[in-house]
């Protein structure tokens, strides 16, 4: 029989996202609304039957489900499908792993008694807090002696162990299987730990977590696939809501998406599914596309053309791939491929931003038309590109920028003022925290309606009644530095107080009388929380009836839902020990979080910040409103994660060998947990090839998302002195068009 699923195979660009708008729109349209239903058991095992059974589509009953690689992709396909519409379905998209934690919290009473778990409610542990509990989890254990032979320190070693989990979980292998299938793909070079202790780990915090009921997305993951979806009274619950299935970008998946998606095909749904051959944008940190694409076999494959003509994919793809792959020799590559050469990095940063700001000011391209890429991006490069920029009013968007929330003055000075509130903190509190606390605590009111947004953003950054002169000399002459209870005096205490001025003085005196009163509600026990503190603080100095700038406004929202999230998990550990008194519970390396004294719990809160474990990227990670004008700077990971295009393309550090690991480090073991090599061993040749296929990807994939010109960034020294000779220097050397810093030497006033 004719399968009734569709399966969607393009490169980039070539319209698959568009093909299954319309074919939702043709789920729901009135002149065709109906789908494939199930099959009943007899009558899908009966040869030679035909007889289909259809079921009405109902708007407020959509029974699709909606699936998007992340969730950036996940939003803009619902808003597609929302306007294609006209707004009459409603639609409720998700990531695969967005799917798998709804479900097993909203099954989890059926998971507590196939598994015989305490009856409490889940709590999800974010990646940060799940490294600092297993640490502690694991800590007698990883001794000297472990850490020297695995190479690495605790923090990143830890990482790799709860990394392996996660693998393991998104290709649906048992936790219990862990330590076979690395002793296979290890084999004698192993490193120098032993696959049964790392399993035997990983074990013990699976349980531990399960016992408080913590979820990680490891074990939300293998939940779901090791029991949920084997379970008869889930599958009866799934295939009833679910008729039909519309899965984006099933490239970038884990391998465990396919199992949902064949139970539901199984019972009769109908799927549409998109697969990009140039994608696999998450192939070393969990996607398994190979083994998506075995999903191929069960529907009817429609193969999209490629990118759209004004994309150069068609004309350099090819003759760039082979150029890098094959060492093919062309005389030249086209005119509309430049080269940006010079011999130190700095030179090439600053003669980077250059010649965008050249080609912005001169009306050659808008802003949002031009994309820097990157296969990493260190700080003195984003600071370099954006600060030149931004002086000749370019604005530049850092793409998923997600730098430490401590990098924020915003955040340091709410810590500090924890710190001065709650008593107990006075060794993280220094005469330096003190000034720029007071600095930030004292900005000025809003500024005037009339004034226009840029100038608005320029007062809210500049404008305090303490500048950072006076809050030093505040700071040398009035604070008092002690273990419990750090102090700030009045200002009268500095004899030459009369030089630090009215506005200073008012605003400081403001500050101390608000501390003042906290720490009076504190005695009390009149704050519930550090959380109130906080909320209070920012409402009463920095909100105070004003329009943050978003990137503040962003790191705010992720600092209060940081420590709502700590505070809940540490609630959680103190009643589940507090539950069990008398049992050895977890030891002694959980007492920060079974203390009654909440001190130790705001020690270890504003210290796990100060380690820049926890990043600005709050839900929803964009601002409202349209598109910002602005020139895009990301990495290739996070480009092409995006899935954006532009006019220009700048590919930074193109000689970096960094272009061949396609800008993001592959998960460890992650190999060994694909579906068509489980368990074999990965040898030098394997990652030869496999470096050979990214790159083909990462350059069919770039040249689809870019139109009118391309410039390649090479200099000679990478940012430590030594020689670049990266996969795409062939390409460099194969530039007609080459810019150097004495080409543009005449208009380089303008950037001093």
């Known amino acids: 029989m004719v399968s009734h699923s569709i399966w969607i195979v393009g490169t980039s660009r070539s319209g698959k996202t568009t093909r299954l708008v319309e074919q939702f729109c043709s789920w729901v349209k009135p002149k065709n609304t109906y789908i494939e239903s199930f099959y009943t058991k007899n009558q899908r095992h009966e040869k030679g039957d035909n007889v289909s059974k259809f079921l009405y589509l109902k708007p407020t009953e959509p029974g699709v489900l909606l699936l998007a690689a992340n969730d950036d992709n996940r939003r803009e396909l619902g808003d597609k499908i929302v306007t294609s519409t006209s707004g009459k379905y409603p639609v409720r998209g998700k990531t695969p792993l967005g799917f798998f934690q709804d479900e097993v919290i909203l099954f989890w009473p059926l998971l507590i008694n196939s598994l015989n778990l305490k009856a409490q409610f889940p709590v999800r542990l974010r990646p940060e807090t799940e490294q600092e509990l297993a640490t502690k989890l694991w800590r007698s254990q990883l001794d000297e002696e472990i850490l ?282 220094d005469r330096d925290a003190v000034a720029e606390m007071l600095v930030v605590l004292s900005r000025k009111q809003q500024p005037p309606e009339n004034t226009d947004a840029m100038n608005r953003d320029a007062i809210h950054r500049v404008s305090t009644d303490i500048d950072p002169v006076r809050a030093g000399l505040i700071a040398d002459y009035c604070f008092v530095p002690h273990l419990d209870r750090p102090n700030l005096l009045p200002v009268s205490t500095f004899e030459r107080w009369d030089r630090i001025g009215y506005a200073a003085t008012t605003a400081y005196n403001e500050i101390l009388q608000w501390l003042e009163q906290q720490r ?87 210290q796990l910040l100060r380690r820049g474990t926890i990043t600005a990227n709050p839900y929803p990670v964009r601002p409202i409103g349209g598109a910002r004008k602005a020139v895009t700077l990301a990495t290739i990971f996070q480009y092409r994660s995006s899935r954006r295009s532009h006019r220009w393309h700048f590919w930074l550090d193109a000689g970096s060998p960094l272009w061949a690991k396609g800008g993001a480090a592959t998960l460890f073991g992650a190999p060994f947990f694909l579906q068509d090599r489980l368990g074999e061993p990965w040898t030098a040749e394997d990652e030869k090839v496999a470096e050979q296929q990214r790159l083909r990807r990462i350059l069919a994939d770039l040249l689809s998302r870019v139109s009118k010109r391309v410039y390649l960034c090479h200099s000679d020294l990478a940012v430590n002195g030594q020689e670049q000779v990266g996969p795409l220097l062939p390409l460099v050397n194969a530039c007609v068009t080459v810019i150097s810093e004495t080409s543009v030497h005449s208009s380089d006033t303008n950037l001093k």
């Open 148 to 429: 020297r032979l695995a190479g690495v320190n605790e923090s990143r070693l830890v990482r790799r162990i709860l990394d392996l989990f996660q693998l393991a979980a998104y290709s649906g292998t048992p936790c219990e299987d862990i330590a076979e299938i690395l002793a296979r793909g290890l084999g004698e070079n192993s490193t120098n730990l032993e696959p049964e202790f790392l399993a035997s780990l990983l074990l013990d915090w699976r349980n531990w977590c399960l016992e408080r009921g913590l979820l990680t997305y490891g074990i939300i993951t293998e939940l779901y696939s090791q029991h949920l979806l084997s379970d008869r009274n889930y599958q009866k619950h799934l295939t009833k809501r679910y008729q039909a299935i519309l899965a984006d970008d099933v490239d970038d998946y884990p391998g465990v998406a396919r199992l949902l998606f064949e139970l539901l095909l199984d019972e009769g749904a109908v799927g549409a599914f998109s697969y990009n051959p140039d994608g696999a944008v998450r192939l070393g940190l969990g996607g398994d596309p190979n083994y998506l694409e075995g999903l191929a076999d069960r529907c009817r494959v429609e193969t999209l053309t490629g990118p759209p003509p004004e994309s150069l994919g068609q004309q350099l793809a090819t003759q760039m791939v082979e150029l890098v792959t094959e060492s093919i020799m062309p005389l030249s590559l086209p005119e509309i491929v430049h080269s940006i050469q010079t011999t130190s990095r700095a030179q090439l940063l600053r003669l980077t931003a250059q010649v965008i700001a050249n080609a912005i000011q001169s009306g050659q391209v808008e802003p949002e038309e031009v994309a820097i890429i990157a296969p990493g991006l260190d700080a003195i490069a984003r600071y370099t590109l954006v600060e030149i920029l931004v002086k000749q009013n370019i604005p530049v968007e850092s793409l998923n920028d997600q730098r430490p929330l401590i990098s924020s003055p915003v955040i340091r000075a709410l810590l500090t003022m924890l710190a001065l509130v709650y008593p107990g903190l006075g060794r993280l509190v």
């Open 520 to 606: 009076s509600q504190q005695e009390q026990r009149l704050i519930p929380s550090p959380i109130s503190l906080l909320d209070r603080a920012i409402q009463r100095f920095l909100w105070n009836g004003s329009n943050l700038p978003y990137e503040q406004l962003a790191a705010l929202r992720e600092l209060l839902e940081t420590a709502q999230h700590y505070w809940e998990i540490d609630t959680r550990l103190r009643q589940v020990s507090s539950g069990r008194v008398g049992e050895e519970d977890a030891g002694k390396e959980f007492s920060v979080f079974s203390s009654s004294a909440s001190v130790s719990t705001i020690t270890e809160f504003i």
